[in-house]
């Protein structure tokens, strides 16, 4: 499948902003079955500085100086995406979580994709007792390792309530978990704090997803939302797949990859430090149009 994707973030000031250092990781990265072309990433006003470099994680970090007083910053991110289904065989024999949790210790390489990196509690997701309990008899050793971290992802969707008041971006995962409502980045956080829990490699994930309109409604231009689900290292012959756990269903060619990293605050898409600017708003607007016509008459 081929989509056309624009990501717009706006953010006003007041009072007005006089010195401004920002990140911005909305490139997508490399990942299999995902080929990106056509990248494209403006800023206005034009900063007086910007350097490109890879991130400490799977993403791709852009640096932004902006000297002079602003009370507006706009960021648009636009490329074209071919995505194609992941190719798993659940008949075929995996490892078990037992298995997959000695194999990631054993890995001695420590790069961005390395599973030890992903193994231990990070800044917004600590060791959590009560997730960790509630995870425990789900996530048997013996168990296959993908099917049943699939069927926890499940388990989240179906009892949890996505709800975009009940959390903010810092709200912590404990309180997340407590009251059984969020949004995909909590999810996400859930999933990843219960599989660490019994030694399974999970990274935090953010992209695009495709959504489809109600049954004869039009699709609403720049409805969609920046996505956010869980990457599982299933061993050295399946790799990293991707779960999530907001749609109870594995990452498919609907899913987009951008970045990957332990948690949220390694891949937010736009952080920084600013002098001035008592006040701020933050708007987002996120396009992901199919551009495969043969797809979209069928």
Known sequence: MRYKVSHIIRV?????????????????????????????????????????????????LVRVEIMKPISTLEVRSTFIAEVGDAELDFAASGLTI??????????????????????????????????????????????????????????????????TSATQADTPVADAFAIRRGVCQDFAHVLIVALRSVGLPAAYVSGYLRTYPPPGQPRLVGADAMHAWVA?????????????????????????????????????????????????KTYNSVDVSPIDTRTMAS
């Open 98 to 163: 037992a298995q997959v949790a000695k194999a990631a210790l054993e890995v001695r390489r420590l790069d961005a994709m390395a599973p030890p990196h992903y193994l231990f509690p990070s800044r917004l997701l600590p060791a959590t007792p009560q997730i960790a309990q509630w995870a425990r008899p789900l996530l048997p050793p013996d168990a296959d390792c993908l099917s049943s971290a699939l069927a926890l992802a499940q388990t989240i969707r179906s009892s949890f309530q996505y709800d």
């Open 232 to 280: 599982l290292w299933c061993g050295p012959q399946r790799g990293w797949v991707g779960i999530d756990p907001t749609n109870g269903v594995l990452a498919n060619a609907d899913h987009l990859v951008v970045a990957m990293g332990r948690d949220y605050s390694d891949i937010s898409p736009i952080d920084g430090v600013f002098v001035g600017g008592a006040s701020q």
């Open 12 to 60: 006003n000031y007041n009072p007005l902003v006089r010195l401004a250092h920002f990140n911005l990781r909305l490139a997508p990265i490399p990942w299999p079955g995902q080929q990106v072309d056509q990248y494209e990433l403006a800023v206005d006003p034009l900063p007086d500085r910007r350097e490109e470099r890879p991130g400490a994680y799977p993403f791709k």
